[in-house]
Structures are given as C-alpha cells and as structure tokens.
C-alpha cells in the first residue's frame, strides 16, 4: 500500500516505522525530509540535547532507512548524537520528547531500546569494526542477503580505530557500506592531514589517487548529501556491488536552521533556543560561579603566559575543555590532535620526555580509551604527565556512555600515578599551579561536569603539599570523608542536620597517595567511618580507605558512599545521584540512625 498523502504537512505523522517510510512515493521524502527537521527542531528546542549533527543527516536518514531493509539490514550510527532522525523514524517519534531525560529514550542509539539500533554508541569510531564484526559474522552464518551500512562523520574517521576498522575491512570481501558524512566538522572544525585530504577531494584538488581505493574499498563520491534522489539512487547502485565500499557525502552540519548552520560549534548541542529564530534562551543575568571547565582553560593560559615550558593538548575538545582559551592565546603551544585518545596520551609522553610542562586534558569517560597508554608510555616510565580529567562523575543526560565513574578505579592501581580531585575551583588551580612546579610523578586531576561555587575564584595560586588531607568540620562520633566538590554537599547536609557537633567532616583531594598520618588519626578517634565519592564505589577512594585500614590493622565500621555496581542511565544530575544513592538525603538518613 502507497502511503501517499494529498495533505503534504502531515507525511511524519503516518511514519511509524521504515515500513511505513518505504511504502511513500519517492516525490514525497523531500517533504518527509521537510516535517521531520521542524520535528527534530521543535523537542530540541525545548527538551536540549544534540541539534546540529542530527540536522545534518535528514536526508541521509531518511534515504537509508528508504532504501534498505532495517533492522534485518545492520544500520550502525558513529557516536549516534545525530541519530535523531533515526530515532524519530523507528518508532520512537511519539516518545521523542523524552529524549536524554530521565526515564526517557537515550540521546544515544541503544540495542536495549530498539531493534532497529544495531549497536549501541556514545563514544567515537566504533563503528567501522563492529559492522565489520557483523558482516564477517553473516558470512559465517550463511546470511548473505543481509547488508551492512556504518554512517561515520570525518572527525571519526579520522581516529585510529576507525583506521583500524578500515585496514581490515581492506582485505576481506565482507557485504559492507562505510557512509562518510563529511561536513568538516566535529564539535569543533575538524583539524589534520585527513581533513585537508578530503577538503582537496571535495575540490577536485586532490592527487589521483583515492586514499579509499587504496585500502581495496569501491570509492563513490563525494555526493551532495542533502540531494536526496541522488542518494537513494547511489544507495540503491552500492547495495548491488558486493565488498567493502564507501560513500562520500557532503553535509551541512546544522543544515536548516540558520543560526544553528552559521554557528555550528554552539549548535552541536545548543541547550534550549527559540524554534523560529534559532536564538540561545538568554540566561537571567545572574552572576554565576564559574565552569570548572573555564577554571581550567584560564588558569593554564594564565599559567603558560609566565612559563614557556607549558604546553596543553585536547583530542578534539577544545572548546568542552576550554583548551580554546590557549589555542587563541598561545596557538603555539596548544593542540588539538582530533579524536585521538590514544596518541594524545603518548604524544603528552613524548613531549613530557624531552622536558615539557604537559597538561592533558581528556574526559574521564574519553581517557578509557587510553589506558594502556597511561600506563605503559607514561607511568611506567613515571614521565611528569598533567592529566586534566574533565566531567568526571555523573554527567547527566547523556548517560551511561559518558559518565566519569570509572576513572579513580581504573587509575588507582597504577604506580607512580598520583590522583587528585579539587574541593572546588581554588584547589583545581592550586594543583595546577603546583603540578606545573614540576611533579616527581604523573598526576591525574579530576574534577567534574559543570560549575564550581565560588564567585571570586581568580585569586593567587598557592602552592598545595601533595599527598595532604584538611579536616574542614570537628565533629565526636562520626567521621565523614570526602573526595571532590561533592564535599561541598556534605557542608550543606551538616547545616541542615540538627546535631553537627556530632559529626566531623574531612576533605581528602588525595586519592593517592592517601594523607596517611591524618587517615590513621581517623581511623584511631572515630567508630563509624564514612566516606563518599562520585565514583565507582568498587576500587574508588573508599575502598582505598578500607585497603588502609586492613593494612593498619585499624577494624572500624567503615560505609562507602560511592556509584554502585551498575551502569547508572541518562537524565538529571540530581536524579542520578538519588539513583546512584550518592545523593544528600541518602547520606543523612543513613548518617541519622547513629545520633
Ligand atoms: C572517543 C570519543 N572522543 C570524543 C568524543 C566527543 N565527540 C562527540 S561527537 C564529536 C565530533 C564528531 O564529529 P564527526 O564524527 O565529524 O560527526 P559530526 O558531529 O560532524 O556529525 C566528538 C569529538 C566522543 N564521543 N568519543
Ligand atoms: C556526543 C558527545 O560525545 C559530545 O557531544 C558530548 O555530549 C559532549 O559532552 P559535554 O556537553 O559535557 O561537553
Ligand atoms: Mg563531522
């Protein structure tokens, strides 16, 4: 049956599912293409999230699911933020405007969610080998119909796993479609030799040969990837061709809203905007505490002006980061490497090696990919590497892929790797400061997403004592310890309880090494002992409490507060650490059962 419809404004209303897509007219997708951008624009505009990338790939979208046969057919988006579209019309769009909200859809394609997400992302550059795992599997399993189709952006691309997928992929004869979305950007402008390679392809300028054709891929391209004939055409022909191939489309990332195509770093994942016109909602003009993210990028230009030695690298966060603060005042020294995990940490190594200053900034959720790197280009050569850990702890809509819960496990049981988590915005600069003085060890700064406390945070750095705890409350019967700006919600609950005397409150920024003497003193005073991180709580700060307290051979009731064993969803902060029960009434309900 042909859904064609006479009342062109409601064609998105009767998509359910590619089933219904496929049953349109051809003529009528540039309308679908039409509804389903107002669509994606409308709940963006209200419900946040990321707007540009999935604005670019409308067209694409719609003629893949048109032409293909989803979800026998294994459609995988790389990273997934712009797999908006794909949502909508996989029989998501009446719960759309749940999206990244707490009980809602994930912002992120999710395998749990639908059928129709062939694999979960959230994280860069997957794409290329788990398609490829797919395809290699059909072969083994006699599925040969079956067709596989990976949609990867060019800052993805460009990373090693990608370039890991592709070297393979080169030379098996595995049924797969590499779809290149090149729209020149990432979430800041896509840097490198690549970008400049296919920047000469889309202008015609580029050498004969075909870095594509090379690795043994069926090259097709670069086509204008909003021309939607054109790609259900190309996408109908390649189906036909068997082995691994790439399309080369072009894209307008934010395409369709002009203040989202002009602006395209802040429309990556804009926050709430006026559906017509695109602005930004204003703020109430309220002197706000600054982002830890800006202490950071300020403190290191502020840093690096007085210390030549300094150097900061980000992989392809410049602006998350605030690395964009040093690369507009000091270029020189400050570099985006692209999504690079992995060589970003070997390059801070190799620079650390010949006597620089480095400071590293990598998110948390982002650094796991550079483990081995840390451990065995860095800490095992105990090289003076400045890691800045953005957005560790709970991040909050975009959920379960991006949360920093795991990194003081994972860093914990590195030697020579001292690990640090600043109260608030002065001790992030203090250890800045101090880190860059010159460290006998690599250190690990973690601080989180979002902002600090303090209104007046530009002040004097000082030099901090590495390995040093701070008691911040004397209390008689209980001990709490903290580790980071969740401290400060400790301070709030004490205020609210009714008997503080009763309560003690530490701060120890020192993950590792632990304040030892002032643990012990603890462990000596106090009978009940809890401690509280945003963190793993298997492996995290309290378990290296109770690891001390074995070793000391101290026995007290000691209570970790810490992320549990699970893998914590998408929605507000606040309701995620209720969820995680991390949060200030979990802690005193448990905390008042002893006064
Ligand atoms: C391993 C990893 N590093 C960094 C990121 C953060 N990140 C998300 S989207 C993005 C840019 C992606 O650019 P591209 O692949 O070109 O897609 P586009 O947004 O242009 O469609 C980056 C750096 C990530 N998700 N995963
Ligand atoms: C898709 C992705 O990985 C990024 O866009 C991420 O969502 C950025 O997170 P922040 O908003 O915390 O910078
Ligand atoms: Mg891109």
Redesign the pocket.
Known sequence: MCLYTNNLNSILEHINSPKDLKSLHQKDLGQLAIELREFIIDIVSVKEGHL??SL??VELTIALLYVFNTPVDKLIW??G??AYGHKILTGRKDIFDTNRQFGGISGFPKMKESEFDAFGT????TSISALLGMALSAQLQGKIERQHIAV??????A?GMAFEGLNHAGVTNANILIVL?D?A???DP?VGALKKYLTNVKTGTAKEENIFECLNFHYTGPIDGHDLPLLVQQLKQLQKIEGPKLLHVITT?GKGLQKAEENQVTY?APGKFDRQTGELQKKNGAVEAPKFQDVFGKTIVELALKNEKIVGIT???PT?SSLKYMMEAIPERAYDVG?A?QHAVTLAAGMAADGLIVFCNI?ST?LQ?AYDQVIHDVALQNLPVIFCLDRAGLVGEDGPTHHGVFDIAYLRCIPNLTIFSPLNEMALRNIMYTAQLGLDHPIAIRYPRGRGKTLNWQLPMKKITIGKGEILKKGTKIAIISTGPIGNMISDMLIDLDEPDEIAHYNFPFIKPLDSVLLKEILQNFEHIITIEDGSSINGFGSAVLEFANIVGINKIIKIFGVPDNFITHGNTQKLYKKAGIDKMSVKKYVQQFL
């Open positions: 540009g990338a670019g790939v790389d990273v933020h712009q959230g994280h860069s550059s990867i952006g060019d800052a993805s691309i990373s979305n729209n950007m990432g979430i896509s990332k990556h992989p392809a966060m998350g999504i995990e998110y982002f990919r």
